[in-house]
């Protein structure tokens, strides 16, 4: 799956970088390159937070899809 990102020069001047479809999944990096791949991690553990976070009620199951 693809996600489009922001990525925009901090005050600091790192590399600041967020993923908008993902409220609050931010990272940054000293270089452009290295800030594409920290957001790649933030990228994965918000989503495994998300998915530890599922309730199910009644006779729910979990399924899983490919996109």
Known sequence: MKYKVV????????????????PGCV???KTVEEALENIKDA????LEVLNER???KGKEKI???VV
């Open 7 to 22: 990525i925009s020069e901090g005050e600091d001047g790192w590399y600041v970088v967020e993923c908008p479809s993902i």
């Open 43 to 46: 990228i994965q553990g918000c």
């Open 54 to 56: 599922i309730e199910l």
């Open 27 to 29: 990272s940054q990096g």
């Open 63 to 65: 399924m899983e899809v």
